[in-house]
């Protein structure tokens, strides 16, 4: 007896997620497999992350982890008094629920405006931020009512009063702003958690080419030709680094112009089987992973062009 391609790829993402589930805690029952975000994730290709993601209303939340946007969320007034059920609290953190999950609070930077959060055992951290926009279409309905009703007397002053869930203001020219929460990350991004955790670096790494976002090309000390290291992402302190294969000059890496690093990772992409990244911060290196080569989003990356704080200015400062 024989199995297909198909079949052996479905037996493999079974175990792997039995395995998973087991260690978690759950039952192999009907309904779980039904509704598991994880097993369809192992069915598509790809691999489990290195640590349990977020949970965002009941669910695994792997893009908050891997991925580089901005999510609106809900959220509740930050508060000590729930760190004894957040998972990786510790009793007196203050933690902030979160579309249905309870995150870290690392820093206030403003009371019931905006924190810098954390989750379970990723070092990443993320920017909570309530923003402000005009509603043009309720702005024109209630100049539309005043216009009409100049005797009628209206006044938001209770509801505006009311400290928790407050979701519009009026201004003194009588323009609605609505408020929502904003999740985004400021820490480099987490698809690197797919792979192998890697010993740290042994080699002495040094500069070799920078520009305005800090070192650009990473090589080894005292000499002309070796190892390299080219930055593919850029956030906060921090930087992440791919290395390039083979032995490379580096007189020639630091005079390349973009079009030239990026055929190098092309060709590291289709020429390499596994990929071996490195993040670094203050002028040494903080982690390393490998990883499958399609399993890095090499392409989705820009060169000299890596900023991902996506959070934008506030249209309405309280």
């Not at 290709?45 to 982890?65: K, S």
């Not at 958690?193 to 080894?220: F, Q």
Request: some cysteine; hydrophobic content about 35%.
């Amino acid at each position: 007896m024989s199995f297909s391609d198909r079949e052996k790829h479905l037996i493999r993402a079974a175990f792997a997620w039995g395995q998973i589930t087991q260690q978690e805690g759950y039952t192999l029952s009907d309904l779980e497999i039904e509704k598991s975000v994880l097993f369809r994730r192992l069915l598509g290709g790809r691999p489990p992350l290195a640590f349990p993601p977020p949970l965002r209303h009941g669910f695994p939340w792997y893009d908050v982890i891997e991925g580089r946007a901005e999510h609106i969320v809900s959220a509740s007034e930050a508060s000590p008094e729930c760190s004894i059920i957040a998972p990786g609290c510790k009793i007196g953190d203050t933690c902030i629920l979160i579309d249905g999950a309870f995150w870290r609070v690392v820093e206030t930077i403003r009371e019931r405006e905006e924190y810098i959060v954390e989750w379970g055992q990723y070092p990443m951290q993320w920017r909570l931020r309530k923003h402000w926009e005009v509603n043009y279409e309720m702005t024109q309905q209630l100049h539309s009512f005043r216009r009409d009703n100049p005797n009628e007397e209206v006044s938001f002053d209770s509801y505006l009063g009311q400290r928790e869930y407050r979701e519009f203001r009026i201004d003194d020219d009588q323009t609605v702003w609505l408020c929502e929460w904003q999740l985004s990350r400021i820490s480099l991004s987490g698809w690197v958690w797919v792979g192998t955790l890697r010993p740290p670096i042994v080699n002495n790494l040094t500069s070799i080419y920078e520009d305005p976002l800090g070192p650009m090309v990473l090589g080894e000390e005292d000499v002309d030709k070796g190892t390299a290291w080219l930055r593919i992402e850029e956030a906060d302190k921090e930087s992440r680094f791919v290395q390039l294969e083979g032995e490379h000059e580096y007189h020639f890496l630091s005079s390349a112009n973009a079009i030239a690093l990026k055929g190098l990772l092309h060709q590291l992409q289709e020429e390499t089987e596994t990929i071996t990244i490195l993040d670094w911060a203050q002028g040494k290196p903080l982690r390393s992973f490998s990883l499958p080569a399609q399993l890095v989003p090499l392409d989705e990356l820009s060169l000299k062009e890596m900023n991902y704080d996506l959070v934008p200015e506030n249209a309405y400062e309280p």
